[in-house]
């Protein structure tokens, strides 16, 4: 089994259900990221989301929007981001790395040497947010080469056709937008969601693990959601402290790693 696939057989194993935490990666600097991606794992996340800061981050509201900035600022990109993941899988190599961000860095690196990078960095999967699997033949070609698994997003407008691609194309997990429209936005219905899982389960024979993200913003949310997907994925509300740190000129790491704890016990 590859890293996720043995992160979700442990998590069932533990009857327990899988933290995703999205960062984004160089903020609000390279090494204060690097030290929040560690201590969000040492409190209990099974995996981290890498975001590669972007100029034009559609699908993220405002927090992620402003992490992308600060990390811009910063120097981050595509390459800061690879570097982050290679730094954080020498000092932990359990841990799931997933590079989540948009297609046009990797066009303009190449899938092909984009994949072998991210290979070479520790990066167990990559969710291009813009980027479909029934228009990515060659991506998908070039991560199958490097052993990079692929997270398709799946989405309340979805049909059964492209659930079934997903559930064929994916190598980790598959990832569940619980609403239509961008990050941040507090999830106000759960029912939906849980038919909506319903139906990929059926629509892909529960080939993969299935997590849903977007609206999850604390301990309660993350057990509602748990209670019937695989994962949970917490990504505004854990760059929301990040924020306030820089705002108020603290360091972030032990805020992120109590609430980090907190949504991990949540899901036990």
Not at 1 to 18: D, G
Not at 34 to 56: F, H, K, N, T
């Amino acid at each position: 089994m590859n890293r996720l696939e043995k992160i979700f057989a442990r998590c069932r194993a533990e009857h327990r259900k899988a933290l995703v935490v999205y960062l984004t990666a160089v903020d609000p600097d390279f090494d204060t990221s690097r030290r929040l991606v560690l201590a969000a794992a040492a409190a209990g996340a099974d995996v981290i989301e890498v975001g590669v800061p972007w100029s034009d981050p559609s699908a993220d509201g405002l927090a992620i929007q402003a992490a992308m900035q600060r990390a811009l600022a910063a120097g981050g990109g595509l390459g800061r981001a690879l570097a982050l993941c290679r730094a954080v899988r020498a000092e932990n190599p359990d841990v799931g790395l997933v590079l989540f961000g948009y297609a046009n860095p990797i066009v303009v690196t190449g899938p092909d040497e984009f994949a072998r990078q991210a290979h070479q960095a520790g990066v167990d999967a990559v969710l291009c947010v813009d980027w479909p699997p029934d228009e990515a033949p060659e991506l998908l070609a070039a991560l199958g080469k490097n052993d990079v698994g692929f997270i398709p997003l799946l989405a309340p407008t979805s049909t059964p056709p492209r659930a079934m691609l997903a559930g064929q194309t994916a190598k980790g997990f598959i990832y569940y937008v619980s609403m239509t429209g961008i990050t941040g936005v507090k999830l106000a219905d759960l029912e939906s969601p849980r038919q909506q899982i319903a139906a990929i389960r059926a629509a892909t024979g529960d080939r993969q693990p299935i997590v849903v993200g977007f609206g999850i913003t604390n301990a309660a949310d993350a057990r509602a959601i748990g209670a019937f997907a695989d994962g949970v994925v917490v990504g505004s509300a854990a760059v929301r402290i990040v924020e306030k740190a820089v705002a108020d000129k603290t360091d972030p790491a032990p805020a992120l790693a109590a609430f980090v704890k907190e949504l991990a016990e949540a899901l036990r």
